[in-house]
């Protein structure tokens, strides 16, 4: 549903500012299918004026198509606008990480060296996002261990995490 999707969008849009990720462009593509046409007014009203609501006309190639991706997809590209992240479903859900934290390492990877687009404090940005994700990180793993039963054996699994980088 487009109204929670709109709704998730923004909500990250904002959360990713306040923590300092400016400059940000955020486009969603609407599909080109009779519904998505009809419905295209609607999600225009959904999203902030933050975010561009790119309407496709039926004629035109499939944007999705042209980009090697499908409709749901999250397609994150760095300052310099190269792809970093193509994410599909379901790693494309905004109830995940996945795509926030996608965005967090296109933006604080300087994979081309000095940029121009680099503002001034994102090195303090970054430092402080990595300290957050460790702090994190070691929360969660106080947790696991406070909850353990004593004398018996945990049986941990490691998740990782999936992304596709191109």
């Known amino acids: 549903c487009f109204f929670t999707f709109s709704a998730r969008l923004e909500d990250l849009r904002v959360k990713l500012e306040n923590e300092g990720l400016v400059n940000i462009s955020y486009v969603v ?71 926030e934290e996608s965005i967090k390492i296109a933006y604080c990877e300087n994979k081309c060296g000095n940029c121009s687009y680099t503002v001034p404090d994102i090195d303090d940005i970054c430092e402080n996002i990595t300290k957050k994700a460790e702090e994190k990180e070691v929360d969660e793993k106080l947790a696991e261990v406070e909850s353990k039963p004593t004398g018996q054996h945990s049986h941990h699994q490691n998740l990782h995490r999936h992304r596709h980088h191109h």
Not at 32 to 54: A, C, N, P
Not at 55 to 75: H, I, M, P, R, Y
């Open 29 to 99: 593509v609407n599909h080109q299918g009779t519904y998505s046409q009809k419905k295209f007014h609607l999600l225009k009203e959904r999203v902030s004026d933050y975010i561009t609501v790119y309407q496709q006309e039926e004629q035109q190639a499939d944007v999705w198509t042209t980009l090697n991706g499908s409709k749901d997809d999250f397609l994150i590209y760095d300052r310099c606008g190269r792809l970093v992240y193509h994410l599909g479903l379901p790693y494309s859900f905004l109830s995940f990480q996945y795509v």
